[in-house]
Each structure stands twice: as structure tokens, then as C-alpha cells.
Nanobody, 128 residues
């Protein structure tokens, strides 16, 4: 069983930065090459994959490339998302997700249904 807890959300003005963290608590062996990802969901929109890390690779949604950076620290059981140059369209609930295998893409995107474990979410609001 894997338990994910996010933190670090908040309200910032456009151009600002936030760092989201996801603490991974596990009661079975967890391979840190497994896929860890951040998704977001804005009101009235589908949940979309923002970034993922696993198996030595990373993935970023086109709209966040060069602005967001995903990283992990296995010693601290943490996966982080550094978000810079934030835009109002980045406003959403952000979720940490995990699955016990390497990251896979469907039509070039992360799919929520491919992930087995989810955090409760942390709100990010960017004002113009």
C-alpha cells in the first residue's frame, strides 16, 4: 500500500513560483524507478498529466516545459514539482500520483487511469 500526501500549494501572482511536495509513505517495497507524476484539474476540465519521473526519464506537458521541474529524493521519500513563471492558466488542484511500474504515455500524454495511487490534492491559484 502506498500513501501520498501533497503540500506546498497556495496563491501567487502571475510570474511567481511555488514548490509542491509529495511525501510517499509505503508499507511494502517501493522501487524509486517506479513512475511518480503530478496531475492537475481545473474546474470543469479533465485531469491532465503535468509531469512525471521514473526509470531515469522525465515527461512534461508541453505548456509547462521550461517552467516546471519534477524531481525526487528517495532518501526523503519525496517527489517535488518546482513551478516557475506561473500563469493564471496554471490554476488548478494539483495531485500527486504513483504506479508500480515505469512511466508510459498514451498518445504522448499521461493518463490518470494508468495510476493506482493518488494524494488528496493541493490547490494552486495564480492571479493576473
Amino acid at each position: 500500500q502506498v500513501h501520498l500526501v501533497e503540500s506546498g500549494g497556495g496563491s501567487v501572482q502571475a510570474g511567481g513560483s511555488l514548490r509542491l511536495s509529495c511525501v510517499v509513505s509505503r508499507y511494502t517495497y517501493w522501487n524509486w524507478n517506479n513512475c511518480m507524476a503530478w496531475f492537475r484539474q481545473a474546474p470543469g476540465k479533465e485531469r491532465e498529466g503535468v509531469a512525471a519521473i521514473g526509470g531515469g526519464t522525465t515527461y512534461y506537458l508541453d505548456s509547462v516545459k521550461a517552467r516546471f521541474t519534477i524531481s525526487r529524493d528517495s532518501a526523503k521519500n519525496t517527489v517535488s514539482l518546482q513551478m516557475n513563471s506561473l500563469k493564471p492558466e496554471d490554476t488548478a488542484m494539483y495531485y500527486c500520483a504513483a504506479v508500480a511500474r515505469w512511466c508510459t504515455l498514451t498518445a504522448g500524454r499521461l493518463k490518470p487511469g494508468e495510476f493506482d495511487y493518488w494524494g488528496q490534492g493541493t490547490q494552486v491559484t495564480v492571479s493576473s
